[in-house]
């Protein structure tokens, strides 16, 4: 008996005990990726930063729909490092999440094996480390989730694809960073902003042919516009979705998000800038690569595309023209439209407020006025190992309270599987806000100003809106998502701002029924580490 024979009548016994994983079908990748310091110098001044395999940022992970990834993920820092897969879905699998609320934190010169699919999902992601302030010195990378052969996209296929990984950045060291934060103060402004690590990168396509390029924000805080010169952006997907494809001179971009544009190279012959500069920020950071023709016969020269007015208003109204493709394909071979968000009453309405008190005379972030912090036992282990003590699952409520302190709690939002949920980001602070959940991607119905009141429902887009991971919010507005919690587990929704996911701006949706069955999720992992009060448990 052949291989995939003997797998597949593993499989079949295995389903038969209800524990088939995989489809034989469903290929396996495998990766180490060794985590290090070394010396790069983005901003022309040396300074240290995190590697993978030698490469900042990290190498790019590029995969097929329903690929296995089985990534050994190794850590030669002097602190423990943890990297999460910023929306790949896991699954019936938050085991695999890597955010502290779900993994023990790999210990330096120790390693964890990440084994999860890339489960019926198409298009642009990132990974990045997800604790101690990593990010600021790297870590983070591109995972480009590409089509099976037999799923047709709705675009002819890129003669070429491009990643850019845009962000701002500091020069300061991360723990330096860090203990700004600890000492309950916040960061200053960043020095500046990069592409791909660099200050200075090039592309190279030739004239008529079309390229893709992959934009992901991988800062800690400022939201991204990106323009390229002479050319239009034509948006085919934002984190997954299929969108319709107009045409722009400029796309936001804001912290935690990703999409796609496909480029014609119809100019002529030359070399043009392409742009990225910060929006809504006083002092604004610029900074450029270079779109090269290969039969180019001059280098790029200014002016540089102007940004967009400043005016949030601006950025709302290119937020609504995003819309999915309705009759596209999406991972699988159904029509994304084929579920009718729109027509379904949700089952709950939580209305999440963002602020930023001070506690104990230091400043934390909150969400309905509880700041979230880690404890030492992930809450998904306490939860499995009924270890009691970690975490309150009553200490944020359903609506946002004007009365009494900012309290401190690890806080659990504890919800039913198949529930399908409403969820409100209320922002009333004047700073722009970015919220990210794991483990879904939901519905973006609707933006308005000012404080959001039933009667907003009334503006929801029930009939065409994205799905995607991050959703920005306004200042002194409201954003509203709907949520099908088809996927149970200890899900992680939190600021994509990094100092405020830092500081507690965070939380977790224990997405939960009394079944234990292997059907609603996956058995915990084999090799999994064990921290804190999970210590000497057996799994
Ligand atoms: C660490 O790596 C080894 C292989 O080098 C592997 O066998 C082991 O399972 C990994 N440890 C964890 C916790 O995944
Ligand atoms: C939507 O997708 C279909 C199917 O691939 C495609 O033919 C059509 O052009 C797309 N529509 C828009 C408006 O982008």
């Not at 699954?91 to 330096?108: F, Y």
């Not at 102007?306 to 699988?332: E, F, G, V």
Request: charged share 15%; net charge positive; with cysteine.
């Amino acid at each position: 008996m052949g291989r995939t024979n003997l797998f597949l009548l593993l499989c079949v016994i295995m389903a038969l005990l209800g524990v088939c994983l995989v489809k034989a079908e469903d290929a396996y990748k495998y990766y180490t990726w060794t985590v290090t310091y070394g010396t790069r110098s983005p901003l022309a001044i040396p300074q240290q930063v995190i590697l993978i395999n030698g490469q900042f940022p990290g190498p790019r992970l590029d995969v097929v729909t329903n690929d296995n990834i089985i990534l050994n993920l190794v850590n030669k820092l002097d602190e423990p490092f943890l990297l999460t897969w910023n929306g790949i879905k896991q699954r019936k699998n938050s085991w695999q999440d890597g955010v502290l609320g779900t993994n023990c934190p790999i210990p330096p010169n120790s390693n964890y094996t990440y084994k999860f699919q890339a489960k019926d999902q198409i298009g642009t992601y990132t990974y990045f480390p997800s604790t101690q302030f990593h990010k600021a010195s790297g870590g983070f990378g591109a995972l480009n989730i590409y089509h099976r052969s037999v799923i047709s996209i709705p675009y002819a296929n890129p003669d070429d694809d491009f990643t850019l990984l845009i962000g701002d950045w500091y020069n300061t060291h991360h723990k330096k960073l860090r203990q700004t934060l600890d000492s309950g103060r916040s960061l200053a402004f960043p020095d500046g902003l990069l592409i791909n690590g660099q200050a200075h990168t090039t592309f190279n396509g030739d004239q008529g042919k079309t390229y893709m390029f992959r934009i992901s924000n991988v800062g800690l805080s400022t939201s991204i516009n990106f323009r390229i010169q002479g050319h239009n952006l034509k948006l085919v997907e934002v984190e997954g979705s299929h969108t319709i494809q107009n045409l722009y001179e400029s796309l936001d971009v804001h912290v935690g998000q990703s999409l796609a544009v496909l480029v014609t190279l119809n100019q002529p012959p030359k070399d043009y800038y392409i742009v990225a500069s910060t929006r809504f920020t006083k002092k604004v950071l610029t900074t450029t690569a270079v779109l090269h023709y290969t039969n180019s016969a001059s280098p790029a020269s200014g002016p540089l595309p102007p940004p967009p007015a400043y005016q949030y208003h601006w950025s709302l109204k290119q937020a609504r023209t995003l819309r999915w493709n309705l009759t596209a394909n999406a991972a699988r071979p159904n029509p994304q439209g084929s579920f009718h968000y729109g027509r379904i009453t949700p089952t709950k309405t939580i209305v999440l407020a963002n602020s930023a008190p001070l506690i104990n005379g230091k400043l934390r972030y909150a969400v309905n006025k509880v700041s979230y912090v880690n404890p030492d036992t992930p809450l998904k282990l306490a939860d499995f190992f009924n270890i009691p003590g970690i975490f309150s699952v009553d200490s944020i409520q359903s609506l946002p309270s004007n009365s009494g302190p900012s309290t401190i709690a690890t806080s659990v939002v504890p919800s039913s599987l198949h529930d399908f949920i409403e969820v409100i980001f209320q922002n009333d602070e004047t700073t722009m806000q970015s919220w990210h959940l794991d483990g879904y991607d939901f519905w973006v119905v609707g933006y308005g100003k000012g404080q959001w009141t039933p009667a907003k429902r009334r503006t929801y887009n029930l009939v065409d809106a994205l799905t995607r991971h991050t959703a920005q919010v306004y200042p002194e507005s409201w954003t509203s998502i709907l949520v099908s919690l088809d996927n149970k587990g200890m899900w992680n929704m939190r600021s994509a701002i990094w100092e405020r996911q830092y500081l507690g701006q965070q939380l977790y949706l224990k997405v939960w029924t009394a079944q234990n069955s292997y059907t609603s999720e996956y058995d915990i992992p084999k090799n999994v580490l064990l921290c804190g009060k999970a210590l000497g448990h057996h799994p």
